[in-house]
Every structure is written in C-alpha cells, then in structure tokens.
C-alpha cells in the first residue's frame, strides 16, 4: 500500500490527528455500505473513492498544483463550478459532513450553529482535510446566517472570496446575481492568469450538462420497483461528484446507471418489491453523512429520491447552451443557478411544487423532513411543508439531528414507528 504521508505533511497536515480521523472511516464503511445485499458492480469504484479518499484525488491535485493550475473549494451548489474549471482551475466541493471536525469548529463558532457549518471550518482548523490544505481560494458564499458570518472567520485562516447571493427571485435579483457571476469570473481570472474565453466557457457548460444528466439518468433508475440501487449507494454517487474529476465520474456514473438499467429489465432490486418508499428532503448530507439513510434502509424502507443539494437540487435544470458569447453564458448560467430553490429564498414556493413532483415521480410512500440542527431556514420551511403534504394525505415526519451518533437509537424508534403506519 502506497503511503502518504509524505503528501500529507507537506500540505501541512496533522498527521496524528489525520490518522485518528481516517481509523474509524473503514469499519463505520463496513458496516454501512459494504455489508448492503445484491450492490451494483460498477459501485467498486465509489467504494475505491472512498476508502482513497485522502490520497488518490489528493495525488492529483498537487500534481494540479506543481504544473501551476490553481484549486478552488466551494461550500454550496449555487458557485458556477463552470467558471472555475473554464479559468483551467479545479473545483471541488468543501462541505463537512463528520463529527470529528465539529470540536475545531467549536473552538471559533457558538456551539448552537448548524454542524455543517462547524465541521467545514473545523476541518480547515483541524488541519486534517487534505481538500482543505488543497485550496488556493476557497468560495463562501450568503446563504444563512451562520455561513455568512463563518467566513468572516474562515477568513483568518485561509484565502476566502465570498458570493453574495439575492434571497428573492424576482427581475432585479437575477440581474444582481448575473453582476455577482461576472465578479467572480475576474476573482478566478485574477486568480488563475487565465482568461475564460467563450469557447471553454461553452465546453465547461457542456460538461457539467453531461454530469447533471448523468445522475438524472441515475435518480430515474430509482423510480422503479423493486428498487434497483439502494438510496446510500445513491447518495454515495452524488457526494462523491463534488470531488471527482468530472470526466471520469461520468464515465463511471454512466457504467453505473447502464448496470442498474439492465438489473430493472431483468426484475432485480436491492429491497423486496413493495418496499415503502420514501423521499428525503432538507438540508444537505456531506460525506460521510450516511445516517439517515442507513437507519430507513436498515429499517426496510427504500430512500428513493432525496429533494437536497446532495440530491436533485444539485442536478436538476440544465444550463442553456445556446449562448455563443460570454454575456449570453453568463446570462444562462445565471438563470440557471437561480433556478435552485434553497430555504434562504423568500418565498420558496418552487421547492414545494418540486417535493409534489418528486413524490409524484418516484411513487413515494412518505417523506421524511432532514433537518441539521439549528438550520433555521429549513426547520421554519416545515411549516409550509408540512400543512401541504397533509392536506394532500401525504405521510411526513420531521427529523432534527446532528452530526453525532447520540440519538440514533432514538431516531431509529422513530423511523421504524413511521414506517409501521405508512
Ligand atoms: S443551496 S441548502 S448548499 S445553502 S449551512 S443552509 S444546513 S444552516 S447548506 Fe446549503 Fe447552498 Fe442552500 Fe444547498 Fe442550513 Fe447549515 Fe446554512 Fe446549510
């Protein structure tokens, strides 16, 4: 086995505290993914992601480096990662998803924040994610509250450029945040020395397309039954596409979704045929985020679709590509990022319109309401959620947890109690 910790010590990494992080990761993995019946074969190579998940990416980036290309971490599906890589950087996606990061977090942020936020500038402080140590400009962004002023913060310790988004969706807003996109496009270009032609404008737009559609393709082979690909494995696919090489997370999420298509024809599943359903919606699971998901799937159920950013909000809607000059493409890409309906817009009635689709689409059976702690735009967002989906008879219950493994015998009780009445 190759060793890295060469690479590691000379991102400036703490090793001891490094290896403390990655020990847990292979039984925790074990248990949650690779003891899974009847997986797709072509999910090897998500497996192979995961268990290098400090080293093989990381390899690449620092040759990135040494050839003078710049790395760039974004924290929200709203950055326009089309920019980035036009500008010959490479993006990658910074979200913490494990507990081990929220104590450093803790040390410069209120413990009452959402543990999204806390692992994310955790890890930074930690100095424990080689991601992290990657990064020439790391990408904030106006979201909620908490991450807005989290930058401010991150910013002592690292490079941060920060995107103002609008929180309403009207004519003047997405004029505002077409003039947010064309700053961050001379931030790259001052960045990188590169300037974004239209022509690897265009080839980046085709691109990222090709990755959207490509979990498309994937989250439709879920609205069969039975199931052919369990909601972790799933979920697994869309964390990973935020660090993967892009090019080569097609390939293999195409191999993926060609394997499950054959397995539908033929009848196969990973869960009985009849399964209760159940769409996830909320706020984002970032790897190694799994626990929802593993306690509904260890309870019987299937999650079939997940209505986050680490799900359909992250794909869906197509940049136009069309545009042949660089106003036309900045034009696309931003209507295209407002078409995201996230909690800090108000209103936010698009979102509701998607979870009827998306129950609709995926036959689901109940929804489960995914709740960081302290997330405040999603946990008053339920109110509307709620009233809507009852009125339409649609079972829902909300979850509202953290990072830690505390209330998982208490969440599972919970689970297995919705279910029973589904
Ligand atoms: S577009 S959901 S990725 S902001 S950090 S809002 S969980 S309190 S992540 Fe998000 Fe962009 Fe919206 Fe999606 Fe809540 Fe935590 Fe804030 Fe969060």
């Not at 490509?214 to 799933?234: F, M, N, Q």
């Amino acid at each position: 086995m190759t060793d890295y910790r060469k690479l590691w010590s000379d991102l400036g990494m703490d090793l001891e505290k490094h290896d403390r992080l990655t020990s847990a990761l292979p039984l925790i993995y074990e248990e949650v993914y690779l003891q899974q019946p009847e997986r797709p074969q072509a999910m090897e190579y998500f497996d192979l992601v995961v268990a290098e998940i400090h080293s093989l990416r990381i390899v690449e980036l620092v040759e990135h480096r040494r050839r003078g290309g710049k790395v760039c971490g974004a924290f929200c599906v709203f950055v326009p990662v089309e920019i980035i890589r036009a500008a010959g950087a490479v993006a990658v996606g910074l979200c913490g998803g494990s507990q081990f990061w929220v104590p450093d977090g803790e040390r410069v942020l209120p413990r009452n924040l959402c543990p999204l936020i806390k692992a994310s500038v955790g890890a930074r402080l930690s100095g424990t994610c080689p991601y992290f140590q990657s990064c020439d400009l790391l990408i904030g962004e106006t979201t909620c509250d908490g991450k807005k002023k989290a930058w401010e913060v991150l910013g002592e310790y690292a490079p941060v450029y920060v995107m103002d988004l609008p929180q309403m969706k009207r004519p003047q807003d997405l004029a505002a945040w077409r003039g947010e996109i064309e700053l961050f496009l001379a931030r790259i270009e001052e960045l990188t020395g590169c300037r974004v032609t239209p022509g690897r404008l265009a080839e980046e737009i085709r691109l990222q397309n090709r990755l959207r559609q490509a979990l498309e393709r994937l989250y439709h082979t879920r609205k069969a039954d039975p199931v052919p690909i369990s909601g972790k494995d799933a979920l697994l696919v869309t964390q990973v596409s935020f660090y993967d090489d892009p090019r080569r997370f097609i390939d293999k999420t195409e191999a993926l979704v060609a394997e499950v298509e054959a397995r539908i024809a033929s009848g196969q599943g990973v869960f009985p045929p009849g399964a209760p359903r159940i769409l996830v919606t909320g706020t984002p699971m970032a790897i190694p985020n799994w626990k929802l998901h593993h306690i509904i799937e260890t309870a019987g159920a299937a999650v079939v679709c997940e209505e986050t950013c680490t799900g359909t909000r992250f794909f869906e809607h197509q940049v136009d590509e069309t545009g042949r000059t660089l106003e036309e493409q900045l034009q696309a890409l931003a209507e295209r990022y407002l078409k995201i309906n996230c909690s800090c817009f108000t209103p936010n009635s698009g979102r509701l319109e998607d979870i009827f689709r998306l129950v609709e689409a995926y036959q689901v059976d109940g929804v489960i309401y995914y709740n960081l702690q302290f997330c405040h735009g999603y946990a008053v967002e339920y109110y509307t959620v709620e009233k809507a989906l009852k009125e339409q008879g649609i079972p829902v219950m909300k979850v509202e947890t953290d990072y830690s493994e505390e209330d998982t015998g208490q969440l599972r009780t919970r689970v297995e109690a919705f279910l029973e009445m589904l």
